[in-house]
């Protein structure tokens, strides 16, 4: 049974930092791209980051790009967001998820996904 755990959300102010982990079981991690996906009430769920299998192929919203990081552990099997300089606009519930194949910015690409984390920014 494959299982994707997201932690690591929290309250933080504006301007500071949180890093978000993502464990996944039941798959064979080093063949799966991870992303990481955001929802804001009353918003559509958007594309955050992801990366492929070796970590080697990653993409970024531009939202996010020169704030955000995405890494991975393969011996942890665990996939993590670095998130700096954080904005209220960043608030959000975040999601991770896994693919097959070669990451993608789209989450209907995505077959396991996880249950959430919220983040929120205080300004």
């Known amino acids: 049974q494959v299982q994707v755990v997201e932690s690591g959300g929290g309250l933080v102010q504006a301007g500071g930092s949180l890093r978000l982990s993502c464990a996944a079981s039941?798959?064979?991690?080093?063949?799966?791209?991870m992303g990481w996906f955001r929802q804001a009430p009353g918003k559509e769920r958007e594309f955050v980051a992801a990366n492929n299998w070796s970590g080697g192929s990653t993409l970024y919203a531009e939202s996010v790009k020169g704030r955000f990081t995405i890494s991975r552990d393969s011996a942890k099997n665990t996939v993590y967001l670095q998130m700096n300089s954080l904005k209220p606009e960043d608030m959000a519930v975040y999601y991770c998820a896994a693919k097959g194949g070669i990451p993608t910015s789209a989450a209907a690409a995505y077959f396991y996904w996880g249950q959430g984390t919220q983040v929120t920014v205080s300004s």
């Open positions: 039941g798959l064979t991690f080093s063949t799966y791209s």
